[in-house]
């Protein structure tokens, strides 16, 4: 199904809007930078703004149901034979496969920002739902149990520390090997590096 010309349009109002607000951001702080700033930024009302995102912090984590949807299409995608750690790994990875400066500002912001943080956490609780019955499958269970949900809240936890100390250093590093090395050690109960 090709995008429509409405579509495209939404897509980049909702691109200028969100460069105006990161740059308002980005200088003073994401609590001190109000929706009324945000819109006189982009040219548009208050009104309109809503009609492209629900809150602010939606202009940085992005749209969290589409976003959840996305990962679990691309847990689906993985082939069910491989294990849940392999699958879950491969669909978090899809969500951001090449780090930018972007990526690391919004980072930077996110962990500056405790109204980010929460948002951010009542994401991890909708997608555990969501991704836990891929899953279950994966383990040979019709419906999912509390394995499971362990299973996709450790992965996404070990995202966020992969994240979180990427961002510390500066995106000098890559994010997959920390990710990568938080499972290894949640799994084997060591951090011997």
């Known amino acids: 199904m090709s995008e429509t010309l409405r579509d ?3 897509r980049a109002v909702q691109s200028e809007i ?3 607000a990161m740059s308002l951001f980005t200088q003073r702080g994401f609590d001190d930078v109000t929706i009324d700033e ?3 930024a982009s040219g548009i009302s208050r009104r309109s703004f809503f ?3 629900a809150t602010k912090e939606d202009i940085v984590l992005g749209d969290l149901e589409a976003l959840g949807e996305r990962v679990r299409g691309a847990l689906e995608a993985v082939p069910i034979e491989e294990s849940p750690w392999t699958a879950m790994r491969a669909a978090l990875v899809a969500l951001e496969s090449t780090p930018s400066g972007e990526t690391l500002a919004v980072s930077r912001l996110y962990a500056s920002t405790p109204s980010l943080r ?3 956490l009542e994401k991890h609780h909708k997608w555990l739902h969501l991704l836990a ?3 279950a499958l994966r383990n040979g269970r019709s419906r999912p149990d509390h394995r499971d949900l362990a299973i996709v809240a ?3 936890a070990c995202l966020d520390i992969a994240v979180d100390e990427w961002t510390r250093l500066d995106g000098k590093t890559d994010p997959e090997a920390l990710y990568d090395e938080a499972i290894a050690a949640l799994r084997t109960g060591s951090s011997a590096g």
Do not use: D, K, Q
Request: glycine share 0%; charged share 20%.
């Open 8 to 10: 495209r349009t939404r």
């Open 18 to 20: 969100s460069a105006a």
């Open 38 to 40: 945000i819109a006189a």
């Open 51 to 53: 009609r492209y995102f």
């Open 118 to 120: 929460a948002r951010h």
């Open 133 to 135: 019955p891929n899953v």
């Open 154 to 156: 450790a992965c996404l």
